[in-house]
């Protein structure tokens, strides 16, 4: 369904009210990632699966998103959590994004759909220590607890740079999104730390909705690919990666999406580009 003008300008209006309710949470103070840097010694980081899930911090009485909203998580659901700062995904397992963003978005502490989702946790803020003794004091303080609501993303170490691109190879064919690598030495940053970084096959990013695009032959009267302007000011299609849903009830003009790509042309323009999903402020 193609949005019409007057659909598209009562879009605006209520994504601009949303954000000015959103404009009063403090985000918290959490630590970033860089992209993945050839000519590391891999023996001295610790790898962990990059969860597909929502970016939680845990303040030691509430969990936040990153933008300081408050997830509206069941009491049952935070019941044994320590009282430390701990930073981490809720998750539900590899390839249900959509599912634990829909879950964690209602505003009801009793739903009882929080039996699905884990916080995995990846790290402790508020600890002074270097990364391998978090991963120790992590390990600790997730055994003592024992919830089944809290757990730690498995962290491990491998010998040479093979190992860690057959590893990748392994997590994406298993319909993972790809690796984190922390060095061993790093203290916990609430900036962008260069001994934290990601590494997967595709690259992702973001673009604004500015088109719809009909579809032809199966895809008569549907969507056939968005018209989209990333942040570099690049305007490009996107054809692929649509459910047969989202073809129906495409994103709305005005939207965020991630999409993903496999490197740029010379006028700079994503290779491959394939639809993700819409970006979900929380």
Same mark, same amino acid.
């Given at each position: 369904?193609?949005?019409?003008?007057?659909?598209?300008?009562?879009?605006?209006?209520?994504?601009?009210?949303?954000?000015?309710?959103?404009?009063? &949470?403090?985000?918290?103070?959490? =630590? /970033?990632?860089?992209?993945?840097?050839?000519?590391?010694?891999?023996? *001295?980081? $610790? !790898?962990?699966?990059?969860?597909?899930?929502?970016? &939680?911090?845990?303040?030691?009485? =509430? /969990?936040?998103?990153?933008?300081?909203?408050?997830?509206?998580?069941? *009491?049952? $659901? !935070?019941?044994?959590?320590?009282?430390?700062?701990?930073?981490?995904?809720?998750?539900?397992?590899?390839?249900?994004?959509?599912?634990?963003?829909?879950?964690?978005?209602?505003?009801?502490?009793?739903?009882?759909?929080?039996?699905?989702?884990?916080?995995?946790?990846?790290?402790?803020?508020?600890?002074?220590?270097?990364?391998?003794?978090?991963?120790?004091?992590?390990?600790?303080?997730?055994?003592?607890?024992?919830?089944?609501?809290?757990?730690?993303?498995?962290?491990?170490?491998?010998?040479?740079?093979?190992?860690?691109?057959?590893?990748?190879?392994?997590?994406?064919?298993?319909?993972?999104?790809?690796?984190?690598?922390?060095?061993?030495?790093?203290?916990?940053?609430?900036?962008?730390?260069?001994?934290?970084?990601?590494?997967?096959?595709?690259?992702?990013?973001?673009?604004?909705?500015?088109?719809?695009?009909?579809?032809?032959?199966?895809?008569?009267?549907?969507?056939?690919?968005?018209?989209?302007?990333?942040?570099?000011?690049?305007?490009?299609?996107?054809?692929?990666?649509?459910?047969?849903?989202?073809?129906?009830?495409?994103?709305?003009?005005?939207?965020?999406?991630?999409?993903?790509?496999?490197?740029?042309?010379?006028?700079?323009?994503?290779?491959?580009?394939?639809?993700?999903?819409?970006?979900?402020?929380?």
């Amino acid at each position: 369904m193609i949005l019409t003008t007057t659909n598209y300008l009562r879009s605006i209006f209520i994504s601009l009210i949303f954000i000015s309710f959103q404009g009063y &949470a403090t985000p918290p103070p959490i =630590q /970033l990632a860089t992209q993945f840097r050839e000519n590391i010694k891999v023996e *001295a980081y $610790f !790898i962990s699966e990059k969860l597909d899930g929502i970016r &939680a911090y845990w303040d030691g009485q =509430q /969990l936040l998103s990153k933008q300081g909203n408050k997830f509206t998580a069941p *009491a049952w $659901f !935070i019941a044994s959590f320590p009282r430390q700062p701990l930073d981490g995904e809720l998750w539900i397992k590899r390839h249900r994004f959509e599912q634990v963003s829909s879950i964690v978005r209602t505003q009801d502490y009793h739903n009882q759909q929080w039996q699905q989702v884990k916080f995995m946790i990846f790290d402790m803020p508020n600890n002074p220590s270097i990364f391998s003794k978090r991963v120790e004091d992590m390990q600790r303080l997730v055994a003592k607890i024992d919830s089944p609501y809290l757990k730690m993303i498995k962290q491990e170490k491998l010998k040479t740079s093979k190992a860690l691109f057959t590893k990748l190879d392994q997590v994406v064919t298993e319909k993972g999104e790809g690796l984190m690598l922390h060095h061993q030495d790093a203290l916990y940053k609430t900036q962008r730390n260069q001994y934290l970084m990601k590494l997967k096959k595709f690259e992702d990013a973001e673009a604004t909705v500015i088109d719809h695009i009909p579809g032809k032959g199966k895809y008569k009267g549907q969507l056939g690919s968005l018209l989209v302007t990333n942040e570099e000011g690049i305007t490009f299609k996107i054809g692929t990666g649509f459910s047969d849903q989202q073809r129906r009830t495409p994103p709305k003009i005005g939207a965020v999406i991630t999409y993903r790509y496999t490197g740029k042309t010379q006028k700079n323009v994503p290779r491959f580009a394939s639809f993700m999903r819409v970006r979900v402020i929380y």
